[in-house]
């Protein structure tokens, strides 16, 4: 009785989860029923004409389409480079300072910016990067001349992953950070009585030691080779730019919500979510080999 009761506690504990994950996450995937309609808002779901693979034929068709899949996939290969490496070697490198008190106010600094909403963070780079901004100001004085970064299509890219990677970078060292606390501190003694330098142990020790951790990031990572960042692109691109920084979600936004092409949008999502979907799958796969990371 006494464990029947806790279970009862326990279910009672997880319904409100359960009802949010229902109506937020499982009820509304009914909508995709409109990737294969002719959707009329007018007639709703139910009572739109059915077209089957029709919307995917047309949107293949489309050159929008095409583009802003290799948009997507650009910036979130670049993104995930960026926030795979740069963490990774920021963490080895504040690993190996010894002033204590220097070393945790750095961690503070470069961490804050995580907790920074893309709204804010794009007015901030769009004064910094704006024509009369004190980068342009900086680059008049030096005797250059003055450009709109966040209107050259060929430079936006390279400023989303940048601002990407400098938002996130002390968030995602705190990974490698705890898996180089589970490195063995023998290793470096013996290391360091072989005759090995801070480097050699860097090079022979740390990187080997948290190896997996650093395998099982990238791996994982693949399942968001589709997803940019839409609350980033969307905050700072425009019109000028759509050549290069248009990605996946900003376009279904535009294509659905504002000129109400609600099946063409539906499908686009639906063909994003497919592909993530059997990335992950291949994903998990390669990390229960290789890292023997599994989640049941």
Known sequence: MKSRKNY??????????????????????????????????GLGILGSEWVGMDVFKYMLTLS?????????????????IGNLFIPLVFAILLNEMRLLGLKKAIQTIVYLPYFVSWIILAGILQDLLGYTGPVN??????????????GKSEWFRQIIVISDVWKNFGYNAIIYLAALTGIN???????????????????????????????????????SILNAGFDQVYNLYNPLVYSTGDIIDTWVYRTGLLSLQFSLATAVGLLKSAVGFILITIGYGIAYKYANYRIF
């Open 8 to 41: 009862l506690h326990y279910g009672i504990m997880l319904t409100p989860g359960l009802l949010w994950l229902f109506f937020i996450s499982i009820l509304p995937m009914f909508g995709i029923a409109m990737a294969f309609q002719d959707y009329n808002p």
């Open 64 to 80: 929008d389409s095409k583009q802003i899949f290799i948009n997507t996939v650009v910036i979130a290969v670049g993104k995930i």
């Open 137 to 150: 100001m900086i680059i008049k004085t030096l005797g250059g001349s003055p450009a709109m970064f966040l």
């Open 185 to 223: 501190p023998a290793l470096y003694e013996a290391a360091a009585i072989d005759g090995a330098g801070r480097f050699q142990r860097m090079w022979h020790v740390t990187l080997p030691g948290i190896a997996v951790t650093v395998v099982l990031i990238l791996v994982l990572s693949m399942g």
